[in-house]
Structure formats: structure tokens, C-alpha cells
């Protein structure tokens, strides 16, 4: 059956693009035609050691991506395909590639490791191939070097591939002996002791009964700190990350430890090379992350007995870890404010004291203070910078009490570096920690203002200026005025205290957009941004200045839509550029269309905007679309039924974004503003409706649209029934199945993870807003006789929901309005079903003594009606 | 090198303006549908509470058409209209609190007939209740036109018995004027009871339903006493009108129903016309309709409105009142509930009807009248 493919896949990686082409298809085609055929060559041209290596690998890389895929759908072929093929071909193929793993090849023998890890992937959780891990695992420590190394990376692999329960405790057992002895310094070979020990981070999680036992976790232990100290870097730094998993998954088993890990990682921070002293700060951060989630659940429930205890490790090890993060700040790189994706030492370990700061709260600040006074004014700019990331670094977790005095001494100084510091540097980092100070110590939650009518001017002017600056010190600028704006915003109706300078505030922003470099450092984008949120922070006395900006950005926005002849890169820029200036109109259509008084003179701007909107849909950039649709619906929303005269035109957009399943955040957006359409349209979008029904259905049957899209779907039914009323009759009959089968697939949840639970809560909420929005649409008409077959299964739905306890507060309160529509609506003719079913008593008494308000409101209207209901 | 998945470089903002971008949408979204799910059941409540009173025709299978709207009346005097059969069981309270918010917005005859419906009416008392010194409170009720106000989104609105717009002006009250709201909640709205005493022009407010937000409907009187005394002066709603705050308010001095009480409340000197005394149960949650938890007295004593007056103070020799024919010949007055005086006979109707050519009539009887309530044309 097999056929001689070798030249096939040297041709397949030809640099001439004709040769390849043609060898791409003909691999198709034998793979289309004969797919058991296709495998057995593959396997044997990898398992061949007189074929050339390319070919070897591709082979193997072929095979591998015929057995998985990332999409859900897809992968689910993919795995029918290979378990429906017939045995014996699965046992060559199988033999071919444990044969490889003793090749002399290290690619053959890496690609045959990961081909074997997606078939165990396969069989294990189908109990098929039981004898691979005693195979894999026989005589491991009488094999060559090289077929032990790739023996440990397969099992590696497996432990990343398969989920444990599918592997059973004693092939746990052996494999974990296997690795750890791998991972022994007694193990001569480096490349067996590094696979070893990757293949333990990828175990760890199979070690559950391991860890708990004394014996096995400390020796486990052992193994991994005596890895930290090889004398191969790559071997240290697998090592480091075996213990930052470990800090994860077995927090509450590190106690014993914590000392001997505190002393090599101090080590490893200060001495070691970077890779490895990046894992080493992660660990702390790592376990700053447990405690931080422990602490929040222990602050949310008043038991107290939360799961895992806190051992505060991090309060523990304060003095002698503060003084190490410290240490690391003064390890800056020159350019790290300039490259985005920079990370280093002394990044991560800002990273790392902000996270300590979250962990620890008041206890931080006596240890750093002293390392800002010392370092802030020094002549080196490494040590101002040190020290003000330091400063900025511990703002959020301790309390305002202990914070607010010191940002009060230090605002005046911050302010005046970031006008005069000769050091880049120092600046970025200055503005930044401003930012932070507004972000957390200002707001109308806080009791003594930070910032007050004496220095707030100062304030402004000086971020005004900073945002003149060098690309990333005015990015940052901008991110101040951002939190800055962003804490007037709750403070209600006008004067704001950025009034008076409010003029000054956008014409700033507006002129950054248009700097030269505003490309750079993402400055464009924030200036947007914080143009934003300074007009979400408007009132009544500004928004006549918002008023003004409005046809600037639509001038903006038709100069993208003119420019003719890009090369990509620059339509890539382009299509960047309109999402910003959508997002930004967006916000004002927000902002102006919800307030009386500013609503009539800005929808005169309604058709031009309408208009540049509908262009936008035109240039073919999901991030444009999306923002576009968005700003739509806003506009939608503030017209309201004058947004007819538009949806001609707009209609065929629409339904692209609802069959745009590839960026399925359009789709949802799109979705979103169907509801927007109804609301503002009302029983005028009844002649759109044919067509959105369609493709909303559409959506709900296809595998391929993204799960998330799915509730807002069944939403968006309700809003539709809401508007067009009892006209939703003929759409009866294909959304109430599908709500149905809905309603079925999610009435239980037991055993989902939290994810999972989330989701399920999500789709309940959508089926019972469409239930609530058909009923609520139908009430009154005659034909609500039509509503009365549907009943039976609501209410059950509504009963199974409630024997199953796992409804969020939402839900919960939807779920009882829907019982108090259903009543309404059907009125007498339900009385006897409601008086049967469980919600109706059990359930209603429930929600009426919730403590949630809205819980109680919904319950109460639900015994309104169905009092009603059924006293007639 | 790069950091961990899941360690996002400090410096850079934590969460991106287009996924903020992308909730507010959400949210906003979210609380729209909600109001439009809101409106239609509001509308719903608005319905069935106008349907309810009284046995009266059997309601068929098909939905029944709205009633005809009650007659408006103007009030010449505003005292209460009162029967004493009292509102039966109808204790339903549809009104809650996001109905009223909602119903703010309603305009023209739907925000009438919503606001007819929402004050809490007391029975007259007829006897006295078990435990009067212990469970009740009672003071002197202004005259005036007893009012629902409500405070939000920056003005203040006050609506007569009928549901219709008395005066619509900013105040001091939570959310009530544009002025910059020392709470700092946009959130911030009230609803009030009150009684609009012309002579001094000043709201004397009767009872609490909502303040900044905050609902008081399912707490007790004497809580939501307590809550009005302690936080109406603090808003300065009861300092003199100004540009920002269009009338006074007034909270009215409340008794312990004891000896000393009665008579503080009887015969005590107050800044108003006084129009009766009002008793309220301690225990008694705010519920729109007649109450047997809240009654009044009148006599010649505590209140001029006892019986009617014309315009020069003199008592006529004839009290008039007008009542309403109904399709079944039933006349009732425009009391809440109303109350069935009798039947006429079909001959008297026909005559009628030939008279004034009419099909719709509201029939105007004169009869002497002696008992202690009033009804003026």
C-alpha cells in the first residue's frame, strides 16, 4: 500500500514555487485518495534511515498535522478519521514510530516524539494502545544515550497532550521514576538530564498523588533544586521553570521548602544569566499570584475556611526579598522604553515588586521608601529611574492612608522631573507613575483628593507639555491624562474641575494624533484612547467643545477613506488609523447622543457620519468594521426611528458582519446592534427581518461560529419578538426549537469547570431573554393562543433550572421575569400549568426573599401576574 | 526575550480603550434592553392596576380593552376623596420603584394614568384600632393637593392625584436641579408624598418612598419617618426658594399616637392649614392604593373641608356630588375604589339620553348629602 514519497516531499520544500505547488497537490491528492496508503508512507519514510533528513521530517510533520487540528470541529474529524482506520495499519504506523525514537537522527527522532505524542492524545482516552508507556518504558535505563533522551521527551510530550485521568496511577508512577531519574545529577548526558527535566515540567501535573506523599514529593524536590544548580544553563533554567509550576500547583505543599528555594533563587537573581534569573523572579511572582487569589477569596467569604490556606510566604520572606527585586531595577537596558516587547531583569522584577505590593499592602512601603529617598535625586539616571519605578511600582495594594501622604510630597517633585530630567528614561517611567497615582489615589471614592483646585492646573499644563515629547514619554503623558479624566468621570452633572481647562486638553490630544512620530510607541492610539475617555468625562458646560471636535474627526476619517494606491504596510495603517477614529466618533455619538441638550445640534452631523461609516465597510478590516458597527449602533440608538431613511443601504453591511464567522467579534458586535436597530426602529425593521431571522438561524446551526457568539443570539430574539410584536409568528416555528434544544443542552451543568459553568449561565440568560422578549412582544395580541404549546417546556426549563442550584444572580432574575411574562401573556389559559410547576412556589418564594434587589423586583412583578393569572 | 503568557509588561496600560470600548457597548446595550423589557412590563402593571378595582363584568378570554380613562377632575378644593367601605383587599402594590423611574419618562395620558395609581389612600377611621398609643403615629394633614414628586436626571416633578403635572421645577432634592450634586451620583433620584400647601407655597411632605436611589418602599413607617426627618433638612430642600430650588419642603411634625400626641396633633399651633388628622401604622409598608393601615379624621375642628363651603364661607343647604352611570346603570362615585350608590332604571336613562342626544354621559344627580365626605365638580 505504501508508495515511495521522498522526491514528493523535496519537492514540497523547493524554493521554486511551481515545483512546490505541484508537489503540495500530489500529496493532496494521494491523501484524499488513499488515506491508509498516504500514512503508511509517511511513517515508513520517517522510520527510513537511509532517506535524507528533510524529507524524514516533513514526512513526519505531515503525519502529525493530519491527526490534529485547532479547531474544535476539524480536530473532531481528525480523530474519527484515524480511530476509524483499520488495525493493522495502526500498528505499522504505531511500529514505525517507535522505531524512530531510536534513530540517530535527532530531527527524525524529535518529529516521531511529537507524531506519537498526538496519537496517545488519540488512543489513551479511547483505553486503545495500553502497552505504549510500558513499551516507551522498558529497560529505559540500559538505552543508548540518544533513545533515552528522545524516550523522556516523548513522555514529555504525552503528559502534555493527554489529560491524567486517562492515564492510570501506575503508569504515573513509572514514568515519573523514569523522568526523575533522568533528571539526576548522576545522570551523565546533559541532553537526557534536559529532556528529563522538561519532561517533568509537562508531568507535574499527573503527580497529584505523588505530591502528597512526603517521601516521593521530597525527594522529587531534591531533584529539581539539585537541577538548578547544573552546570548547563538550559538545564537551570528547565529547572526554575519545573519550580514555578511546581509554586502553582502545589503551593500549599511548599512550605518545607520555601527556605532552601528563597536561597537559589536569590542566588540565581543576582548571579546567574539572564533566562534563568527571569524564571527565578517568576517564582516569587508566581507565588505572589497564589496568595493574592487566596487573600481575595478569603476578603469575599466570611467563613473564612477557604480551600487552600495562606502560608504568607511573601509577607515572611519581605525583608530579604524587597531588598533583592531593589536590587534588580538597577539593571535597566538603554532602550527598553523604545521596544515594546522588551522584557529583562529589572522588568520583571518591578513586575514582581508590584505584584508583592499587592500581596503584602501597608508592610511594603517602610522597605522601599528608603530606596526611593536614597536613589531619586543621584546623579546616574539608572537610579532615578530605579527608584521612581519603584515608587510607582507599590501604588496599588497598599491603602490610600498610608499612600495618599507620600504622593503629596512626591507630586510636586514627579511633576517637575518630568519637565526637567535630562534622562528619557526617567521621564517615561515619571509620567507613568503619575498615571498610576491618578489611577489609584484619585477619584470621587477617595476621601482626601490628591488633586485639588490649587494644583490641578499645574498638573495639566505639565502632562500638556510632557505630551510633546519624545514619542514614549508622551504615550505615557497620555495614559496620566487618561486616569486623570477617567477620575472626574462619576463625579455627576458639572462643573468639572477640568473645566477650565478642557479647550486646552483636546486640542492637545488632537494635535499628538497628528504628530509625525505618532506611529511610535503606540502614541497615536493612546492619544485617541485618552481623547476618549476626556469625552466620556464631559458635562454639560464642555460639551460644546466636544461639539466642535466632531467635524475634525469626520474630516480625519474621509481622509483615510480618499488615500488611493497603498502599499500593504500602509493600508495596514490606514485601516488601524479609521478604527481609532470610528472608536473616538463612537464615543461622542456615546456622549452627545444621551443628553437632551446636545442630541439635536449633533444628529445634524448624522447622515455625513452614516455616510463615512458606510465607506468604512468598504476597506476590509475587521478591527475598522468592528468599530464601525459599533459606533452604528450608538448612532442607532440616539436617532431612533429616524435611523430608517439609512437602513436601506446599510442592511447588506449588516448581514456581512452577521455571516462574518472568521472575526467572530464582528459578528457578535453585529449581533449587538441588531438590538440597537430594534429598539430604535421598533415594528420598522419588520421588512428587514426575513433576512436577519435567516442569518441569526444560520449562525445558531454552524459549527464554525465562535461558541460566544451564540447567547447574544438568542438575545437578539428577544429583541426582535419586542419590536415587531405578534408579526414574530411566522419566525415561531424555527426559533423556539432551537431555543428548545438550547434550553436542554444547557439546564445542567454538573461537573463543567468554571469556564464552562460561565458559558452555560451566559446561553441560559439569552434562551430566557428571548422567551422574555416573545412573550412581552406577543402580550395583547390575539394570537398569544399561538405561545400556549411552548408553555409546558418553559416552565420546565424554568423548574429544572431551579432543582440544579447553579444559577448565577442573572440569571436567576431573568429566569423569574420570564415566569412573570409567561403569566402575563397567557394569562388564564396558563393558570393551571403555572400552579403546577415548582417555580411558581418554591422558586418564587425564593427570589422574593433575595437580598439581591433586582432578584426581589423581578420575583415581585412575576407574582403580580401570575396572582393575576390565575385569579380569573 | 519575552515575557510569560501571562505577565504582561508593567508599564503598558492594563486594559485597552477598545475593549472598554466593547463593554460600555455591551453594557449599554444590556441596560437598554432591560429598560425596553422594563416599559413593557411597566406598561403591563399600568394596565392590570386600572383594571382591577371592583367585581364588575367577567373578564372573557379575550384581553380586555383598556377602561376608559377616568374622568379628570379638576380639584377645586384638593382635600381627599374618602368612602367609607375603604379599598376591600386590594392590597397589591405594583409600584416599585423602577416603575416610577421608569414611568418618569413616560409622557402625556400614560404618565397620568401611571401616577394615578401610585399613593398610598388612607381609610377613613371609623373606629379605633387595638394598640393606637403604641403602634401609630399621627399628625395634621395639610390642605392642599396631595402630590407624588419626583426628583431625577436634574428636575423635579409633581404630580397631582390624576396623574397630571402640577409644577415641574429643580430643587434641592437628590437628583432634582442640574447643579452639581454634592453626592456625585448621577444615580441619585427621590420620590416623595407630599401635600402642596398654596397659601405658603411649600411642599409639606408627607411620607418617603425613594431617597438618592435608595427604595423605602418595603420599610416601615416608622423607618421611613425617621429616614425623612433625618435627611430632608440635610439636603436643603427646606431652605426658601432660590434659582436652583423652585419651592420649599417641609417635613410635618409627627406624633406618638398617645394622649399628648393626639393632642399636640389635634390642637398644636402649625405653619399650615391644617385638613384632618393622619394616622399611620408603625409597621405598615408604603402601598399604593387604600390602606387600612393608614386612616383619617376630620371634623369641624381639625379641618374646614369637612363639609362643603362656597366661596363666601358659608355652609349650603344642599352638598352636591357627582357621580358616574356605568354601562350597567350602576352609579358610582369617582372615589378609589369607587363606591356603588344605587341603580337607575332604564326610563330615567332614556329620557336622558334623548335629552342631551348623547350615548356617553356622566350623569349629575343632586342629593342631599350628610355624610362627612365631599365630592366637588
Known sequence: ?872 | MAPPDHRRPFKRPTISDQQRRRELSLLRQAQHRLDAQHRARCLASTVLSLEAPGPGPGPGPEPEPEPEPVPELELASESEHHVEEGGGGDSRSPSKEFDVRQASKLRGAEARKWFARQLMLPEWMIDVPDRLPQDWYVFARPAGKRCFVVSADGITVSRLRNGSVLHRFPSALPGGSRTRDVSGSAQSYSILDCIFHELDQTYYVIDMLCWRGYSLYDCTAEFRFFWLNSKLVESGACDPPSQNHGYRFNAVPVYNCDENGLHAAYTGAVTYIKDGLLFYNKQAHYQAGNTPLALVWKDEKCSQYVIDTDSNGNVPRLQQVVLELQDDLKLITSDDPPVVFGSLDNDIVQKVQFAYNSTNISFLVSVTWCVHSHIHT
Open chain 1, 1 to 872: 500500500m505504501a508508495m515511495e514519497v521522498t522526491q514528493i516531499l523535496l519537492n514540497a520544500q523547493s524554493i521554486d514555487g511551481s515545483v512546490r505547488k505541484h508537489a503540495e497537490d500530489n500529496l493532496k491528492q494521494f491523501q484524499e485518495q488513499n488515506l491508509p496508503g498516504f500514512f503508511l508512507s509517511l511513517a515508513g519514510e520517517l522510520a527510513n534511515e537511509e532517506k535524507p533528513a528533510e524529507s524524514r521530517k516533513l514526512a513526519g510533520l505531515i503525519l502529525k498535522n493530519a491527526l490534529d487540528a485547532k479547531e474544535q470541529h476539524r480536530k473532531y474529524e481528525l480523530v474519527q478519521r484515524w480511530l476509524a482506520l483499520d488495525a493493522a495499519v495502526k500498528a505499522q504506523i504505531k511500529n514505525c514510530l517507535i522505531k524512530t525514537l531510536s534513530s540517530p537522527s535527532h530531527d527524525a527522532r524529535s518529529t516521531a516524539s511529537q507524531v506519537i505524542a498526538k496519537l496517545a492524545g488519540i488512543e489513551l482516552p479511547q483505553k486503545e494502545w495500553p502497552e505504549l508507556i510500558g513499551t516507551l518504558l522498558t529497560n529505559i535505563q540500559q538505552l543508548p544515550a540518544h533513545t533515552k533522551q528522545a524516550t523522556l521527551e516523548t513522555l514529555g510530550y504525552i503528559c502534555e497532550e493527554v489529560s491524567p485521568e486517562a492515564v492510570e496511577q501506575n503508569h504515573v508512577n513509572q514514568i515519573l521514576t523514569a523522568v526523575v531519574q533522568g533528571m539526576n545529577s548522576s545522570e551523565a548526558n546533559n541532553d537526557v538530564r534536559l529532556a528529563a527535566t522538561r519532561a517533568l515540567y509537562n508531568a507535574l501535573g499527573f503527580a497529584q498523588a505523588n505530591f502528597s506523599n512526603d517521601m516521593e514529593r521530597d525527594y522529587i524536590m531534591r531533584v529539581v533544586c539539585e537541577a538548578t544548580l547544573s552546570p548547563e544553563v538550559k538545564i537551570r533554567q528547565a529547572a526554575f521553570e519545573c519550580l514555578v509550576a511546581i509554586s502553582s500547583t502545589y503551593y500549599e505543599k511548599l512550605a518545607p521548602y520555601i527556605h532552601d528555594i528563597f536561597n537559589i533563587t536569590a542566588k540565581a537573581v543576582k548571579e546567574d544569566e539572564e533566562p534563568v534569573a527571569l524564571q527565578a523572579i517568576e517564582f516569587w511572582s508566581s507565588i505572589c499570584d497564589e496568595e493574592i487569589d487566596i487573600l481575595e477569596e478569603y476578603g469575599s467569604d466570611f467563613t473564612g475556611d477557604s480551600e487552600v490556606p495562606c502560608f504568607y510566604f511573601i509577607k515572611q520572606a519581605l525583608p530579604v526579598l524587597i531588598p533583592l527585586l531593589l536590587e534588580t531595577l538597577l539593571k535597566q537596558e538603554e532602550d527598553q522604553d523604545q521596544d515594546e516587547g522588551a522584557w529583562n531583569i529589572a522588568m520583571a522584577g518591578g513586575t514582581c515588586l508590584g505584584l508583592v505590593a499587592r500581596t503584602v499592602g501597608d508592610d511594603i512601603v517602610p522597605l522601599v521608601m528608603p530606596f526611593i529617598e536614597l536613589n531619586i535625586t543621584k546623579p546616574d539616571w539608572r537610579q532615578r529611574e530605579a527608584a521612581t519605578y519603584a515608587f510607582g511600582s507599590i501604588l496599588e495594594g497598599p491603602s490610600p492612608e498610608k499612600l495618599v501622604p507620600l504622593v503629596n510630597v512626591a507630586l510636586n517633585f514627579m511633576l517637575s522631573a518630568l519637565m526637567k530630567d535630562p534622562s528619557n528614561h526617567v521621564k517615561d517611567t515619571t509620567a507613568w507613575t503619575l498615571g498610576r497615582m491618578f489611577e489609584f489615589l484619585h477619584g470621587s471614592m477617595l476621601e482626601t483628593p490628591i488633586i485639588t483646585p490649587a494644583n490641578c492646573q499645574q498638573i495639566v499644563t505639565v502632562l500638556l507639555q510632557s505630551m510633546k515629547d519624545v514619542p514614549n514619554v508622551a504615550e505615557k503623558a497620555c495614559g496620566a491624562l487618561y486616569f486623570l479624566a477617567q477620575g472626574y468621570e462619576d463625579m455627576g452633572p458639572s462643573p468639572s474641575p477640568l473645566t477650565p481647562f478642557f479647550q486646552d486638553i483636546l486640542q492637545a490630544l488632537y494635535a499628538v494624533t497628528r504628530r509625525e512620530d505618532a506611529g511610535e510607541s503606540r502614541l497615536r492610539t493612546a492619544a485617541y484612547e485618552t481623547l476618549n475617555e476626556v469625552v466620556r468625562c464631559s458635562t454639560d458646560d464642555t460639551s460644546p467643545m466636544v461639539m466642535q471636535l466632531v467635524p475634525h474627526i469626520m474630516m480625519e476619517l474621509h481622509q483615510t477613506l480618499e488615500a488611493q494606491k497603498l502599499s500593504t504596510d500602509e493600508r495596514e495603517k490606514q485601516n488601524e488609523l479609521q478604527g481609532l477614529l470610528c472608536g473616538c466618533l463612537q464615543v461622542i455619538i456615546q456622549k452627545l447622543g444621551s443628553s437632551e441638550a446636545t442630541k439635536y445640534v449633533f444628529l445634524q452631523y448624522a447622515d455625513q457620519m452614516m455616510g463615512l461609516f458606510l465607506r468604512v465597510f468598504s476597506c476590509r478590516s475587521a478591527t475598522a468594521h468592528e468599530e464601525a458597527m459599533l459606533a452604528i449602533g450608538a448612532l442607532a440608538y440616539a436617532t431612533g426611528s429616524g435611523f430608517e431613511k439609512y437602513m436601506s443601504e446599510f442592511y447588506r453591511y449588516l448581514e456581512m458582519g452577521l455571516q462574518n464567522f472568521e472575526d467572530y467579534q464582528v459578528c457578535a458586535i453585529t449581533v449587538g446592534v441588531v438590538g440597537d436597530l430594534c429598539r430604535a426602529l421598533e415594528d420598522n425593521i419588520l421588512p428587514y427581518c426575513d433576512g436577519i431571522m435567516t442569518q441569526l438561524l444560520k449562525d445558531l446551526s454552524s459549527n464554525q461560529l465562535h461558541r460566544s457568539v451564540k447567547p447574544p443570539i438568542f438575545s437578539c430574539f428577544g429583541d426582535i419578538a419586542l419590536a415587531i410584536g405578534e408579526n414574530f409568528e411566522k419566525y415561531l416555528i424555527y426559533a423556539m426549537p432551537m431555543l428548545q434544544s438550547a434550553a436542554e443542552l444547557s439546564a445542567h451543568t454538573s461537573g463543567a469547570d468554571d469556564d464552562m459553568t460561565e458559558y452555560t449561565n451566559s446561553l441560559r440568560n439569552g434562551i430566557l431573554e428571548a422567551y422574555s422578549g416573545i412573550f412581552q412582544g406577543f402580550k395583547g395580541s390575539p394570537k398569544t393562543q399561538l405561545l400556549m404549546p411552548y408553555a409546558p417546556h418553559i416552565l420546565q426549563f424554568l423548574d429544572s433550572l431551579y432543582m440544579e442550584k447553579e444559577m448565577d444572580d442573572v440569571v436567576t432574575k431573568t429566569a423569574i421575569g420570564v415566569l412573570g411574562d409567561l403569566a402575563d401573556t397567557l394569562g388564564s389559559n396558563a393558570g393551571p400549568l403555572i400552579q403546577q410547576s415548582i417555580s411558581s412556589k418554591d422558586f418564587l418564594n425564593e427570589c422574593l426573599s433575595s437580598d439581591d434587589h433586582m432578584i426581589k423586583e423581578s420575583a415581585e412583578w412575576a407574582k403580580l401576574a401570575i396572582s393575576r393569572a390565575i385569579s380569573i
